[in-house]
């Protein structure tokens, strides 16, 4: 799931963005609260401790008597106020409305050791300011300037007012994180358009150049680096342009030179055939080497004229001129009429019944190739099966040899392809299955290779049962 959500570059660049915005406020939000916070915190103690100061002059000067619980007392009720309540404690007495529980030992102990001290403490889950200082009467003496009196007094500060300062800083640090989060996503979207819009250009560009059509150029914008990739791809773009012109030249010229040299063969080829046919005749006659020598002469323009007949044939498909002169036919009666024609001696599975729309001469063909190659590269027994639905037909033809290997499957049907790479010669030209295979296609059908699971090569044509012209 997390992979999914991350994968666009714009979603990344929106969440880097997000994240970016809300760390940065966070971080000044934050540290401006919190140095509100003490300086408001701080301010309040400190005018605190000074009013307190104040209150505490009013006291002098002090009863020269014992102190008694009526004097405590009275100076409790003149440090009473609104946001404060007081407690003065003399001699284990103490007098006040303020808790005596609220005094921690260590504010006592900072009062006792002569100094003004304060505190912090939660009373009732309300934070409330504590403030402490003793009672000190002036002696005169320089040395020795003041003594304590014996009286402590404390007050009990509400910080309702502070708080809700502090709150309302928080609040602003909340609200500020927002604004800031909604404009650096509205940064981000603007951002990502301005990033991605010239990606989303190169990407289609690829895609069209990748397709084929070498015109695919982007327009450059500025001088960034998005500029100068989009000036890399364009040059790439050209060059290859380029280069597959001139690919494509030389591929038209090669099949122009092919077919032209097929065609002017062709004519002293015909006569050469007829020659050697002639000179076959007449081979039993004549002296063993004589006759060995016209027989491999015969046999060799037989095999040159199949090759030219091949080329020619090749050349039709490459220029688009190769078309279809289908009929009905029993494709069981085809197949068979093919397998007499060539004396291919094969077991058969042929169904009577089973009719198409085909081309009965590139059927002849497609047969004659898979059973020959099947005799020449295979072993017998060879098994031709036909089977046929409402879709279509499919013809198998099996051998019983070791079958074709992994790393020749991908490349059977390839023109000029041997998968006895060490054979400089043979009587098959590397055409023949790729003549079949262009047969099917024309048909709008499909020929495959594979293996039997008992061993042996398997070749299956599928043919609609109406071709499409």
């Known amino acids: 799931m997390t992979g999914w959500l991350f994968r666009g570059l714009r979603t990344r660049l929106l969440v880097a963005f997000a994240l970016l915005s809300v760390f940065t406020a966070l971080a000044v939000a934050g540290i401006g609260y919190v140095q509100a916070r003490d300086g408001i915190l701080q301010r309040t103690q400190d005018n605190a401790a000074v009013e307190m100061t104040n209150?505490?002059?009013?006291?002098?000067?002090?009863?020269?008597?014992?102190v008694n619980s009526s004097a405590l007392q009275l100076a409790a009720d003149r440090l009473n106020g609104r946001r404060n309540s007081a407690l003065v404690t003399s001699g284990g007495h103490s007098e006040g409305n303020m808790p005596a529980s609220v005094i921690t030992p260590e504010l006592r102990g900072a009062v006792q050791s002569g100094r003004v001290a304060w505190q912090r403490v939660d009373v009732g889950g309300v934070t409330q300011l504590v403030l402490g200082s003793p009672l000190l009467i002036a002696t005169g003496d320089r040395r020795n300037p003041t003594v304590p009196s014996g009286i402590e007094v404390?007050?009990?500060?509400?910080?309702?007012?502070?708080?809700?300062?502090?709150?309302?800083?928080?609040?602003?640090?909340?609200?500020?994180?927002?604004?800031?989060?909604?404009?650096?996503?509205?940064?981000?979207?603007?951002?990502?358009?301005?990033?991605?819009?010239?990606?989303?250009?190169?990407?289609?560009?690829?895609?069209?150049?990748?397709?084929?059509?070498?015109?695919?150029r982007i327009a450059v914008r500025g001088s960034d680096e998005l500029a100068s990739v989009a000036e890399t791809f364009n040059s790439t773009a050209d060059s290859l342009q380029r280069h597959v012109g001139e690919l494509r030249r030389m591929e038209a010229d090669a099949r122009r030179f092919v077919a032209d040299v097929s065609h002017e063969l062709r004519t002293p080829l015909a006569a050469m055939t007829a020659v050697t046919d002639m000179l076959d005749a007449e081979a039993k006659?004549?002296?063993?080497?004589?006759?060995?020598?016209?027989?491999?002469?015969?046999?060799?323009?037989?095999?040159?004229?199949?090759?030219?007949?091949?080329?020619?044939?090749?050349?039709?498909?490459?220029?688009?001129?190769?078309?279809?002169?289908?009929?009905?036919?029993?494709?069981?009666?085809?197949?068979?009429?093919?397998?007499?024609?060539?004396?291919?001696?094969?077991?058969?599975?042929?169904?009577?019944?089973?009719?198409?729309?085909?081309d009965p001469r590139r059927l002849d063909v497609i047969v004659a190739n898979l059973v020959g190659n099947a005799l020449r590269h295979g072993a017998e027994p060879v098994t031709v099966r036909l089977r046929g639905d409402q879709a279509g037909i499919t013809l198998s033809v099996e051998d019983s040899g070791?079958?074709?290997?992994?790393?020749?499957?991908?490349?059977?049907?390839?023109?000029?392809?041997?998968?006895?790479?060490?054979?400089?010669?043979?009587?098959?030209?590397?055409?023949g299955l790729a003549i079949a295979w262009e047969n099917a296609r024309l048909h709008h059908g499909e020929l495959t290779a594979g293996n039997r699971p008992g061993g042996g090569a398997v070749f299956t044509l599928w043919l609609p049962r109406e071709v499409r012209q």
Do not use: C, M
């Not at 009990?156 to 404009?183: C, H, K, Q, S, T």
């Not at 030219?308 to 190769?322: K, M, P, Q």
């Not at 070791?402 to 590397?430: I, M, N, Q, W």
């Open 402 to 431: 070791s079958g074709l290997d992994e790393e020749v499957l991908p490349h059977v049907f390839a023109r000029f392809y041997k998968a006895d790479t060490a054979r400089s010669r043979s009587e098959g030209s590397g055409l």
């Open 285 to 358: 006659r004549l002296p063993d080497a004589a006759g060995e020598a016209v027989r491999l002469v015969s046999q060799e323009t037989h095999n040159l004229a199949r090759l030219v007949n091949d080329l020619i044939e090749v050349t039709r498909f490459d220029s688009g001129t190769a078309s279809l002169a289908v009929d009905d036919v029993d494709v069981a009666e085809a197949v068979r009429a093919t397998l007499r024609a060539r004396g291919f001696a094969v077991e058969t599975d042929l169904p009577d019944g089973i009719r198409a729309r085909v």
């Open 55 to 66: 209150q505490l002059k009013q006291l002098y000067p002090l009863p020269r008597r014992p």
């Open 154 to 216: 404390y007050e009990l500060r509400n910080l309702d007012a502070e708080i809700e300062a502090v709150n309302r800083l928080a609040r602003d640090a909340w609200l500020a994180g927002g604004a800031a989060l909604v404009v650096a996503l509205i940064l981000a979207v603007l951002a990502a358009g301005s990033v991605l819009r010239p990606v989303g250009e190169l990407q289609r560009a690829a895609r069209r150049l990748g397709a084929g059509d070498l015109d695919a």
